[in-house]
């Protein structure tokens, strides 16, 4: 591809073509100035590209704990480390850096190492419109140095559900499981702590 001072994205029919679908104008300038800079510097577009990857990539881990935490987890907040997602999303995204499709073909389980085994707290599947091509099973470990805290203390024996008075926290190890699922290689473990 190669970009030419001829090409205009900020023309004013097409900015007004835009506005009449209803888009924002405010978004769509920011938009292509984005497109703008990505054609100045292509060989940086690859860069923010993965680094925008990896954020959403990490909020969808957040969000999973998040979404776990009342429904299967059954505890009142989860602890994360910081940039504990960022680094796993990182991982995750060099794991499918050699496949076909990138993350788009991959599908991810997540799971909570327990002391009796594992919970699975979700499927996600990056892109449904690709077909699958390989599974990462990501396992997040908890915190085994943690002292029951003060507060499940105190509510022992009081009308709360012992259920939602628990606070899990992770430690910053996790474990990442890649198996292919059209090839008869061996999968790969990225186990970090």
Not at 63 to 75: E, F, P, Y
Not at 91 to 96: D, G, P, S, W, Y
Not at 161 to 185: D, E, M, N
């Amino acid at each position: 591809m190669v970009a030419t001072s001829t090409i205009q994205t900020k023309s004013s029919d097409y900015i007004k073509e835009l506005v009449d679908r209803r888009y924002d104008h405010d978004c769509i300038d920011k938009e292509l100035d984005f497109w703008d800079h990505c054609l100045a510097e292509p060989e940086r577009t690859g860069e923010v590209t993965e680094d925008i990857t990896c954020q959403q990539l990490a909020k969808i881990f957040e969000n999973s704990l998040s979404q776990a935490k009342t429904t299967i987890l059954h505890c009142s907040y989860v602890l994360v480390p910081e940039k504990l997602t960022q680094r796993i999303a990182g991982e995750v995204l060099q794991l499918a850096a050699c496949e076909p499709c990138g993350l788009r073909g991959c599908i991810l389980y997540v799971h909570l190492e327990m002391e009796n085994g594992y919970k699975r707290l979700e499927r996600i599947v990056y892109d449904a419109t690709v077909v699958p091509t390989f599974e990462v099973t990501l396992v997040f470990k908890q915190d085994g140095t943690a002292w029951t805290s003060l507060q499940d203390f105190l509510f022992m024996g009081t009308c709360f559900a012992p259920t939602f008075r628990r606070v899990l926290k992770l430690s910053s190890g996790f474990r990442l499981v890649k198996k292919k699922l059209y090839c008869s290689s061996p999968g790969t473990i990225v186990d970090e702590g």
